[in-house]
């Protein structure tokens, strides 16, 4: 649910000359994929990128190749290095990142030059910066998932 909340953020009145609002449907996929490994299925990637696509404005189909080949890349890297620390983790998130940013451009139809591109460096930099705090809030809200809210016996 909480990626669904997330991919609803450009939906918010923000008025940029440039791209600047980062991803954050895709930020939250790669925090709690990175969070619990076993929670989202490989199948997810589907229907999140779905949803992402509807309310992002990208092209049908592109949130849904992204989100569907980050699951299978991180399930990759998952079998490769099964334990991983908070650097690693935010190195890999800074890949994936960077490429869904670039990928999207592409997608997106417009044609982009070399003097356009530049105009993607704050939107990357404020992604890339924004996963640790997002990774957090998922952790706090899988230890919420996780409580017990009510004891018997």
Do not use: H
């Not at 649910?1 to 940029?16: Q, R």
């Amino acid at each position: 649910m909480t990626i669904l909340l997330a991919s609803l953020v450009p939906l918010l009145p923000v008025i940029a000359p440039a791209p600047l609002l980062p991803p954050f449907g895709f930020i939250a996929l790669l925090a709690w994929r990175m969070a619990r490994p076993g929670l989202l299925p490989l199948w997810a990637g589907l229907p999140l990128g779905l949803f992402d696509d509807l309310y992002s404005g990208q092209p049908l189909g592109s949130g849904i190749l992204l989100f569907s080949l980050t699951m299978i890349a991180i399930e990759m890297i998952e079998m490769r290095f099964p334990w991983r620390g908070f650097w690693q983790d935010w190195a890999v998130a800074s890949v994936f990142i960077v490429l869904y940013i670039g990928l999207c451009a592409l997608f997106s139809g417009t044609p982009l030059s070399l003097s356009q591109t530049p105009l993607l460096l704050p939107q990357l930099g404020l992604s890339i910066l924004l996963f640790p705090m997002v990774a957090r809030l998922v952790t706090a809200l899988d230890n919420l998932r996780l409580k017990r809210v009510r004891r018997f016996g």
